[in-house]
C-alpha cells in the first residue's frame, strides 16, 4: 500500500462541525504537510509539521503528528460549506520525492 | 502574481505523438517538480529537478522526458504516449528547503486515445 494513505476516504458532515482526517505513513520523515484540492484543480498548502513537532495550529486547523506511530491528523473546526473538497498529506523525507497519501474527501453540508 | 502555469489546459492526442507540456514559474524557485494524478491513487511524483540541468526520478518517471534549462521552466515530456498516461498532470515548484511550500499549478488533462 503507499506511504501517506488517509482515512476516511470520505467523510460527510453538518456545517459547523468539526471535521477529522487522518494520515498513516511508512517511512521517517523530515516533514508532514496537509493540502487542499478543490474539484481538480490545483493543490493548496494548508499547513506543514516538521517531524520534531507533536502539534501545529492554523486558524482553524489543527495538525498532530505521532511519529512513534507513523501517523497524522487534521482537524478541521466549525466547518464551512466552503472547507468542501479533497484534503491529502505528503510526506517529505530527506530527499525532495514528496509522496502524497490517496485523499479524503469532505463534504460539509449547509 | 506569484503563480506556476501550465499550458494547455487540456489536450486531447493519439497514441505515439510526441508531446509536451510547459511549466514556468515567477517566484525564482530552485525545486520544481511534476506529478500525475489519478482516481483511487493520489498524487504521485514523475520527476523533480533542485536546480538547472539537475533532475531526479520519482516514483512513476517511465514514459516521461523533463529538462531543466531554465530555472523558471520545467517542462514535460512524453516522447511516445500511451493510453495509459490519460491522467492529470500537475506542476508545482518550492524553494530550496524541504519545508518551504509547494506552489501547485492549475493541472493539464491529458487524454491518450
Known amino acids: 500500500s503507499q506511504q501517506g494513505e488517509e482515512d476516511p476516504q470520505a467523510l460527510s458532515i453538518q456545517e459547523g462541525e468539526n471535521a477529522t482526517m487522518n494520515c498513516s505513513y511508512k517511512t521517517s520523515i523530515n516533514n508532514l504537510q496537509w493540502y487542499r484540492q478543490n474539484s481538480g484543480r490545483g493543490l493548496v498548502h494548508l499547513i506543514l509539521i516538521r517531524s520534531n513537532e507533536r502539534e501545529k495550529h492554523s486558524g482553524r486547523l489543527r495538525v498532530t503528528l505521532d511519529t512513534s506511530k507513523k501517523s497524522s491528523s487534521l482537524l478541521i473546526t466549525a466547518s464551512r460549506a466552503a472547507d468542501t473538497a479533497s484534503y491529502f498529506c505528503?510526506?517529505?523525507?530527506?530527499?525532495?520525492?514528496?509522496?502524497f497519501g490517496t485523499g479524503t474527501r469532505l463534504k460539509v453540508l449547509a | 502574481e506569484a503563480q506556476v502555469t501550465q499550458n494547455p489546459r487540456y489536450l486531447i492526442t493519439v497514441t505515439g505523438k510526441k508531446l509536451t507540456v510547459t511549466c514556468s514559474q515567477n517566484?525564482?524557485?530552485?525545486?520544481m517538480s511534476w506529478y500525475r494524478q489519478d482516481p483511487g491513487l493520489g498524487l504521485r511524483q514523475i520527476y523533480y529537478s533542485m536546480n538547472v540541468e539537475v533532475t531526479d526520478k520519482g516514483d512513476v518517471p517511465e514514459g516521461y522526458k523533463v529538462s531543466r534549462k531554465e530555472k523558471r521552466n520545467f517542462p514535460l515530456i512524453l516522447e511516445s504516449p500511451s493510453p495509459n498516461q490519460t491522467s492529470l498532470y500537475f506542476c508545482?515548484?518550492?524553494?530550496?528547503?524541504?519545508?518551504?511550500?509547494?506552489?501547485f499549478g492549475p493541472g493539464t488533462r491529458l487524454t491518450v486515445l
Open positions: 505528503a510526506t517529505a523525507s530527506g530527499t525532495y520525492k514528496y509522496i
Open positions: 517566484m525564482n524557485h530552485e525545486y
Open positions: 508545482a515548484s518550492a524553494g530550496r528547503k524541504l519545508t518551504d511550500t509547494q506552489y
